[in-house]
């Protein structure tokens, strides 16, 4: 059984920085390509960074890129986050998942609870 488990996630100020972990169980975590996805509420769930199966190649979007750094440690089953020059846009559900390919995002398993990122103004 699939299960992602994302962790990290906290009240900030603007300007701060958070690191977000996930957890995969339950498949070949080093097989496969990774993805970080953020839903804010009221609108749907959006494409963040996605990083490939070894880690050599990674994309982010434009709206994170320069501030976010998406990295794995294939030997932990765990990706990772590192979230800098927060700002109050970035609140948000953040999830992680398992994509097709780095810079393709998709969803190959069932979403897990998401953990929430808070940045106050």
């Known amino acids: 059984q699939v299960q992602l488990v994302e962790s990290g996630g906290g009240l900030v100020q603007a300007g701060g920085s958070l690191r977000l972990s996930c957890a995969a169980s339950g498949y070949t975590f080093s097989s496969y390509a990774m993805g970080w996805f953020r839903q804010a509420p009221g609108k749907a769930r959006e494409f963040v960074a996605g990083?490939?199966?070894?880690?050599?190649?990674?994309l982010s979007a434009d709206s994170v890129k320069g501030r976010f750094t998406i990295s794995r440690d294939n030997a932990k089953n765990t990706m990772y986050l590192q979230m800098n020059s927060l700002k109050p846009e970035d609140t948000a559900v953040y999830y992680c998942?398992?994509?097709?390919?780095?810079?393709?995002?998709?969803?190959?398993?069932?979403w897990g609870q998401g953990t929430q990122v808070t940045v106050s103004s």
């Open positions: 998942n398992a994509q097709t390919a780095y810079n393709i995002p998709s969803a190959l398993y069932d």
């Open positions: 990083i490939s199966w070894n880690g050599a190649r990674t």
